[in-house]
């Protein structure tokens, strides 16, 4: 990797450049210096150390999140939402829960979206090395309450529920866990092959020389000021999650199919009081609910006090004082497939994107039954108080005032957010509404890839890190057998 400096900038040459270093680039980087190509890794956020912020605090939230997790999608409700800006990306902050690519979606993108080669029992045999790579399991031992407390209520109503394997380790004493994230095994292993990891790298553009991408316009912030720095690469990945993958393309002047469909699982949430001290602050159940799947699943959220405190705080007057008794609330979510989308937009001059959502009045009726019936969930656990997260709800003590409770709600009083989001430059030979081809090569563009959700043609109904790193380790192997250097 050649190295010289021009004027006040630096350059930088490599074979490969990959933009991002979360589910999709971290293990791109990785098989690709494996494979022998020579790699740079880009990364805009910092390489923060597991175990040296405290989950959840202000200061992982300004280290590890983008905009300090406030971010939003613009629209009829707004649609708040988290993305990770550090090394490793969103695979350092979030729960690791983890589910294959079902058969049944597989089936349905192969066909719809004319994804060639989209193999089932190939991504299965691709999921079966990531799992291996991630250690996922199940947690030994007895589940927390928060998990335990879901499967009990969903078991009295006869609605079917799992435990959620993730990926951690379970070392000998240490109950918790540790995440098996980025920055502990396809970063390492990047970086072992003999890839270079820059963090504190943003890329701001991709520069074009007769419809090939030839070098990226990068700013490294990670210093004394900031520094201009040109790579330049035979080929680029870019992996920069769902809003900033077609936001760099478009500054880039790509347009195309890019950044049209941003697709998300919107949630809304309550909190329950149930009898004793039930909430372990640091743990995110491992349990969900997937009876009414793929339209809607139920599942739980870190419940640490300010989380308890934010989940009340849209009917703050009246169930404040729950926050007195922390230890008994646990928070929860129901999440549904929307058929609503979203846009993505770079605005010259400005450093983020715009993004607008739209939810269906199919999504919003969707969202009001979930809510109702996670609260009949709750009470079914034992729940004493049920405290749903709109404007002016009411109290749920009883079955009774289940109904009372769907009728007040409405999605634009609400807290919807979501933390899975895809689909903005959905992979297929569909030109008239797929941004890259069966294997993630942007159309149009002979060097360009795209390697992360935003490949994924809609919303998956699951958890999606699975199915991105399936997909992700399939394309570099295609990649790799017609470009293998010499």
Not at 24 to 45: C, K, R, Y
Not at 51 to 69: H, I, K, N, T
Not at 376 to 381: I, K, Y
Not at 384 to 408: G, H, I, Q, W
Request: glycine residues 10%; hydrophobic residues 40%.
């Amino acid at each position: 990797m050649r190295r010289t400096r021009r004027g006040r900038g630096r350059i930088i040459e490599t074979d490969v450049l990959v933009v991002g270093s979360g589910a999709g680039g971290a293990p791109t980087a990785a098989l690709l210096a494996e494979a022998g190509f020579q790699v740079l890794l880009a990364e805009e956020g910092e390489w923060v150390e597991q175990g040296s912020v405290a989950p959840f605090s202000l200061e992982q939230m300004d280290r590890q999140y983008r905009s300090g997790g406030v971010t939003v999608a613009l629209g009829l409700p707004s649609i708040a939402y988290v993305e990770g800006r550090c090394a490793g990306g969103g695979t350092e902050v979030n729960s690791g829960l983890y589910y294959r690519p079902p058969e049944q979606l597989i089936d349905r993108w192969r066909r719809e979206f004319h994804i060639r080669d989209l193999n089932f029992e190939e991504l299965t045999e691709l999921s079966e090395t990531v799992e291996a790579d991630l250690t996922v399991q199940c947690a030994p031992g007895p589940l927390t309450p928060g998990s335990t407390l879901l499967a009990s209520g969903a078991d009295s109503l006869g609605w079917r529920n799992d435990e959620v394997p993730r990926w951690m380790q379970y070392p000998s004493g240490h109950q918790a866990g540790l995440r098996q994230s980025m920055t502990r095994t396809y970063l390492p292993r990047a970086a072992a092959a003999g890839a270079r990891i820059l963090t504190g790298l943003r890329v701001d553009r991709l520069d074009f020389v007769r419809g090939v991408a030839r070098a990226a316009r990068a700013t490294l912030t990670s210093g004394d000021g900031n520094e201009h720095v040109e790579v330049r690469f035979r080929n680029v990945f870019v992996c920069c999650g769902a809003i900033h993958t077609p936001a760099l393309l478009q500054r880039s002047g790509h347009r195309g199919h890019v950044g049209k469909t941003l697709a998300v699982h919107p949630t809304v949430k309550l909190a329950a009081r149930f009898p004793g001290d039930v909430n372990v602050p640091d743990d995110v159940p491992v349990q969900q609910v997937k009876e009414f799947a793929p339209s809607l699943s139920f599942g739980g959220s870190a419940s640490h006090s300010g989380l308890v405190a934010l989940a009340l705080s849209e009917n703050w007057a009246a169930f404040s004082p729950a926050v007195e008794s922390w230890r008994s609330v646990l928070v929860y979510y129901a999440a549904i497939v929307s058929e609503g989308r979203g846009r993505v937009v770079a605005i010259p001059g400005l450093r983020d994107p715009l993004v607008t959502y739209r939810l269906t009045a199919r999504d919003r009726a969707l969202l009001q039954s979930g809510l109702a019936r996670l609260t009949h969930l709750m009470l079914a656990a034992g729940a004493e108080a049920v405290y749903p997260s709109f404007r002016d709800a009411p109290l749920v003590r009883t079955a009774r005032d289940v109904a009372e409770m769907s009728n007040a709600f409405a999605v634009g009083t609400s807290t919807v957010m979501s933390v899975h989001l895809c689909s903005t430059v959905p992979m297929g030979e569909a030109t008239d509404r797929c941004g890259a081809d069966s294997w993630g090569r942007v159309h149009g563009c002979s060097n360009v890839f795209v390697n992360d959700s935003s490949l994924l043609p809609d919303a998956p109904g699951v958890n999606p890190q699975g199915t991105v790193m399936a997909l992700a380790v399939r394309n570099v192997r295609r990649f790799v057998a017609e470009r293998r250097p010499a």
